[in-house]
């Protein structure tokens, strides 16, 4: 067979040219064998045993323990009387140390711990709002994913990158209602400050990768969110969680999953064209971000707003809706497939969006009682 030119001879045994035959094969061998070495140093790091003695433990004392005695041999005798002689009194410990006796080190006693401080009015909202980015940013590995070089732009991983984009979309629609509503008692009243730089940070394109970054800002937004929090105790920050600043969040949620519900169950996108595999699992992990923050803040609204949600009997519509949401967070196939919805290969896609549709339905059904006297 006639060879191009400059080919490779197929007589060249020389390293040089087996290694050009084989470079993809190499290459692979070698990704391979750096996730391998890393999977393996941390689960190391992981099962190495700590060496650590307990701060709070009692020193050996220096008198060294009896020795039991040995097999076949008798118990010394205790030491007769005779009669006449007037028994000899044992001083107790309180009585009299000896001269020779080396007193015990003292034990270190801790320090009575502080009671826990009780949480402010909007405590438990905000640290909801900090925790499901932190989970992303901090509690992921490779932290946030769709600006990296590798992960984000060519694509490796676009299922965790979707999931964090739902989570972030969340995040976004709750700390704008945070900072147009429930942070001010009216509409002539100045924001937070801390509230609203943190709404800014949180509004960066998720891909920037430098200048600035947005794993980055999100940092900082979460920074700006505690800061809020000691101002809480402070009384230099207000929350007000009162019915129509839930009604506003609510109307924001049911927007956002009114969105995810449509991408779920169209069939061909706008241009005509019908969903294609490849965007199909796009959907399903961005409405399953969505679902897993969105179920963290109405956990937290359950909370912060009980009072009112018992005044309104709404705490059982609240609670269908965050079971719902729970159902869709984790719903997790190996594979997404889009079959047809009457065929025998399933639409995950689909399925998705009966847990989707369910919770929105809840919600609007949640904000039209909240609304009503």
């Known amino acids: 067979m006639l060879l191009p030119p400059g080919g490779p001879d197929p007589a060249d045994k020389s390293l040089l040219a087996l290694l050009l035959r084989y470079r993809f094969f190499l290459v692979a061998l070698m990704i391979i064998l750096f996730f391998a070495a890393l999977f393996t140093w ?44 007037p028994a000899r009194v044992h001083p107790t410990p309180e009585a009299k140390i000896p001269a020779t006796a080396h007193p015990s080190p003292a034990v270190p006693v ?24 932190d989970d992303q940013i901090n509690g992921t590995w490779f932290g946030w994913r769709p600006n990296s070089i590798i992960f984000g732009k060519m694509g490796l991983t676009d299922n965790v990158n979707n999931i964090q984009l739902g989570v972030l979309e969340v995040a976004r629609r709750t700390v704008e209602v945070m900072n147009v509503n429930m942070t001010r008692f009216a509409t002539t009243e100045a924001y937070n400050p801390q509230v609203n730089e943190a709404m800014n940070y949180f509004m960066v394109s998720p891909d ?41 969040l609510l109307s924001n949620y049911k927007d956002l999953l009114g969105s995810s519900f449509h991408n779920l169950i169209k069939d061909s996108e706008s241009d005509g064209k019908p969903v294609s595999w490849w965007v199909s699992d796009d959907y399903f992990y961005f409405s399953r971000g969505i679902a897993l923050g969105m179920a963290e803040m109405l956990d937290a609204v359950s909370k912060e707003f009980h009072q009112e949600l018992q005044k309104k009997n709404s705490s059982k519509l609240l609670e269908d809706g965050i079971h719902a949401l729970h159902q869709a967070a984790h719903l997790a196939p190996w594979i997404v497939f889009n079959g047809d919805k009457d065929g025998w290969i399933a639409n995950h896609r689909a399925n998705m969006g009966t847990y989707i549709g369910e919770a929105e339905h809840v919600i609007s059904t949640l904000q039209t009682q909240l609304a009503t006297n």
């Open 110 to 133: 801790p320090a009575p711990l502080a009671p826990p401080r009780e949480p402010a009015k909007g405590e438990v909202f905000t640290r909801a709002l900090i925790k499901i980015m």
């Open 42 to 85: 941390q689960s190391w790091q992981g099962t190495a045993p700590s060496q650590e003695t307990h701060p709070f433990a009692a020193p050996s004392l220096g008198k060294a323990p009896e020795k039991a005695p040995e097999a076949g041999q008798a118990l010394a005798p205790a030491p007769t009387r005779e009669a006449g002689t």
């Open 208 to 248: 920037k990768y430098w200048f600035p970054s947005a794993a980055g800002k999100y940092q900082e937004a979460m920074h700006d969110l505690e800061q809020y929090i000691e101002g809480l105790h402070k009384g230099r920050s207000r929350y007000y969680s009162r019915v129509d600043n839930l009604i506003a």
